[in-house]
């Protein structure tokens, strides 16, 4: 049955909402763009109807899908109407026991996409993907407000959602771009 609600929404880009065990943040809205046996990539948007990046789980840890209720429909409504151009960040993956490696793996050395990673259901941490092999990640972490806050280094096991995108991160990376460019231009003066 979760299959089929699944499916629905990405062969027909329908709007869900998505609980997810462990989460108090609240739930996913959005549709599925990409669906594996054991996982979900999901295509979110905020309660504005804006898009706010992919969001990428393990389909065991889905507690509850809401589908054609109040909600759901006033969120199809809010982005079909409007019609704002998503950004296709393409995430692929190979391998079940490798998925966070898999998905991180594109984004090593790239300053141009922030990336968030979920430890242990608890704690978020977003940055630049500096290296990531099987069992290791090592992230440059990007504050609140685009400052650099140096690596932290993360064992794969422990991740266990990753987000690509986000509206929030889209902020913490114009910010980061305005500090740099701001470092730049005060060593020029």
């Given at each position: 049955?979760?299959?089929?609600?699944?499916?629905?929404?990405?062969?027909?880009?329908?709007?869900?909402?998505?609980?997810?065990?462990?989460?108090?943040?609240?739930?996913?809205?959005?549709?599925?763009?990409?669906?594996?046996?054991?996982?979900?990539?999901?295509?979110?948007?905020?309660?504005?109807?804006?898009?706010?990046?992919?969001?990428?789980?393990?389909?065991?840890?889905?507690?509850?899908?809401?589908?054609?209720?109040?909600?759901?429909?006033?969120?199809?409504?809010?982005?079909?109407?409007?019609?704002?151009?998503?950004e296709?960040?393409?995430?692929?993956?190979?391998?079940?026991?490798?998925?966070?490696?898999?998905?991180?793996?594109?984004?090593?050395?790239?300053?141009?996409?922030i990336?968030?990673?979920?430890?242990?259901?608890?704690?978020?941490?977003?940055?630049?993907?500096?290296?990531?092999?099987?069992?290791?990640?090592?992230?440059?972490?990007?504050?609140?407000?685009?400052?650099?806050?140096?690596?932290?280094?993360?064992?794969?096991?422990?991740?266990?959602?990753?987000?690509?995108?986000?509206?929030?991160n889209?902020?913490?990376?114009?910010?980061?771009?305005?500090?740099?460019?701001?470092?730049?231009?005060?060593?020029?003066?």
């Amino acid at each position: 049955m979760i299959k089929d609600i699944l499916e629905k929404s990405q062969q027909e880009k329908r709007i869900i909402g998505v609980w997810v065990y462990g989460d108090d943040n609240g739930f996913w809205s959005g549709y599925v763009k990409e669906l594996t046996e054991e996982f979900i990539i999901f295509q979110h948007f905020t309660k504005y109807g804006e898009p706010d990046g992919l969001v990428i789980e393990k389909l065991e840890s889905i507690q509850s899908i809401d589908f054609n209720d109040d909600y759901t429909n006033v969120m199809q409504y809010l982005i079909d109407r409007n019609g704002i151009k998503i950004e296709d960040i393409e995430v692929e993956i190979h391998h079940a026991h490798s998925w966070q490696t898999d998905v991180l793996e594109p984004f090593i050395g790239k300053k141009n996409r922030i990336v968030q990673i979920q430890v242990n259901r608890d704690s978020f941490y977003s940055g630049f993907v500096e290296w990531v092999d099987q069992e290791n990640l090592i992230l440059r972490i990007v504050g609140t407000n685009g400052e650099d806050k140096g690596k932290s280094f993360f064992r794969i096991e422990d991740i266990n959602g990753i987000r690509v995108n986000s509206k929030n991160n889209r902020r913490k990376m114009t910010l980061y771009k305005w500090r740099e460019r701001k470092q730049k231009s005060d060593v020029a003066v």
